[in-house]
């Protein structure tokens, strides 16, 4: 998938489910990683049974620390006869440091209200020495480097520290010690925002999401309890640390990256594993249709660049309509997004930072959501913008006909990219503090939920102070 060598792709992939639907049958712990089965074509229950077959796995380690079971904070409303106390949050996960994760939620953990709120962060990595690392370090208010702990001792130091609510931000990604989480050192635990898929774990409870992205007629294909927070789940920190690249005086030209002046340029700035064929084609028939265009694509990695060339010559796409650039550091990358006219999306598996990316640079998408929650990201982030319904399609054909129109159609798609541009500072998908508040409701309700001793249940979020900060 990485240098997209699609021979068979179809009849590989039917193999991979029968293998995989085998291993589950037998109990063996599936040889496709829950976050390799979120790039697959793979159907959403299957991706689920691999999840939890993990979260199993997860759950015979942390038995081997024979840990007896955890006391937890009693269970009372923060604000209960004349106690004035605060939440105590819990964020654990390896990518406090140079990672995506880190330049989308930098500013969260020091926006929190702390009047209401005690924020802790639990770092699984050793310091890496940059501004990301020292900016959570300083901006949180409790920061604990846990890199050197055995898992049990991170888990009873959590517990030590009555943390109320856990925030899993690893899920299955390189680092994660979801061992941590199945040994349940807090009442509540949920998973957000580093893994774009269900965790199967019955010791998570929580999934925090939004309504476009994990609709509740798909609630089947989560193990979590669905928290739906208002516009859209996926945070992002370019208010704060990227404005400078609005600047009209820095913008880069076409010239600079060898791109054609005159030729309308679509754009796909997403890992090479994220195309199929089915896309691609899409892609090449646009490409036909739309004169003097081209398709601009990243070297991500360099590997697929000329099995990516050869295939769209074969589908009667012009050699000079492919052009392949080299991958930029953030700000630079944001800034020469603008260079293109229209950013075409994968379906398979989103833009989710790269969309954010270019709705920040102004650059309008054409996106196509399935079923499972890695494919409808993208589409969520243009909602957000309050401009974004007509960036969303449901079929291959419009998708085709979206992009082709908004190509041949200038005056509209300057329409469309004006609005766009025009949103960027006031739009809820960069207010990054009205999110935290928002994040923060969810929070209260779920301990409210906690403390009147009912189960875990899905629930919307609405912008009100019904239950945050909550008066007994």
């Not at 085998?22 to 979120?38: D, E, G």
């Not at 070297?299 to 769209?312: D, H, K, S, T």
């Not at 419009?398 to 082709?404: D, F, G, H, Q, R």
């Amino acid at each position: 998938m990485c240098v997209c060598d699609w021979e068979d792709r179809e009849n590989k992939f039917i193999e991979v489910e029968v293998i995989l639907r085998r291993q589950i049958k037998m109990s063996v712990l599936p040889s496709v990683q829950p976050f390799h089965a979120i790039a697959y074509p793979i159907d959403p229950i299957l991706a689920l049974e691999i999840s939890r077959k993990y979260a199993a796995h997860c759950s015979v380690i942390a038995s081997r620390y024979s840990l007896p079971p955890f006391n937890y904070p009693a269970p009372l409303p923060i604000r209960v006869e004349g106690r004035n106390g605060r939440l105590r949050v819990g964020y654990v996960s390896s990518d406090f440091g140079n990672h995506p994760l880190s330049h989308l939620m930098g500013s969260i953990f020091g926006m929190h209200d702390r009047e209401n709120v005690e924020v802790f962060c639990y770092a699984l990595s050793q310091n890496d020495g940059t501004e990301w690392r020292q900016r959570i370090q300083s901006e949180a208010e409790h920061f604990i480097d846990v890199s050197s702990m055995s898992s049990d001792m991170i888990a009873r130091l959590i517990n030590e520290d009555k943390i109320q609510i856990l925030v899993n931000l690893n899920g299955y990604t390189k680092g994660a010690r979801n061992e941590i989480f199945a040994m349940q050192p807090a009442p509540i635990q949920i998973s957000y925002m580093g893994f774009p898929g269900t965790t199967g774990a019955s010791y998570i409870h929580y999934l925090v999401t939004d309504e476009f992205v994990s609709p509740s007629c798909f609630s089947h294909i989560y193990s979590e309890k669905l928290v739906h927070l208002p516009h859209c789940y996926f945070v992002n920190d370019y208010k704060q640390k990227n404005r400078d690249v609005l600047d009209l005086k820095c913008q880069p030209k076409r010239s600079d990256y060898g791109l054609p002046e005159d030729k309308f340029i679509f754009a796909c700035f997403n890992q090479l594993y994220k195309m199929d064929p089915d896309i691609f084609n899409t892609w090449c028939n646009i490409l036909k249709r739309v004169p003097n265009s081209a398709l601009w694509l990243l070297r991500f990695p360099a590997a697929g660049e000329m099995r990516l060339r050869n295939y769209a010559v074969q589908q009667g796409v012009q050699p000079d309509q492919i052009i392949f650039t080299d991958v930029a550091m953030k700000n630079e990358h944001i800034r020469r997004s603008a260079l293109a006219d229209l950013f075409l999306d994968t379906p398979l598996c989103n833009a989710h930072t790269t969309g954010t990316d270019v709705l920040w640079a102004g650059l309008p998408m054409v996106t196509l959501p399935l079923e499972k929650m890695a494919t409808r990201v993208a589409g969520s982030l243009c909602l957000a913008t309050g401009v974004g319904e007509e960036m969303i399609v449901s079929s291959t054909k419009e998708y085709e006909e979206k992009a082709v129109s908004l190509a041949l159609n200038r005056p509209k798609l300057q329409d469309l990219t004006n609005r766009l541009k025009a949103a960027r500072l006031t739009c809820p998908l960069f207010d990054t503090v009205r999110w935290v508040r928002n994040l923060e409701r969810s929070y209260f309700k779920m301990w409210n939920l906690y403390c009147s001793g009912q189960h875990p249940q899905p629930f919307k979020v609405s912008e009100n102070d019904v239950e945050f900060p909550y008066d007994g």
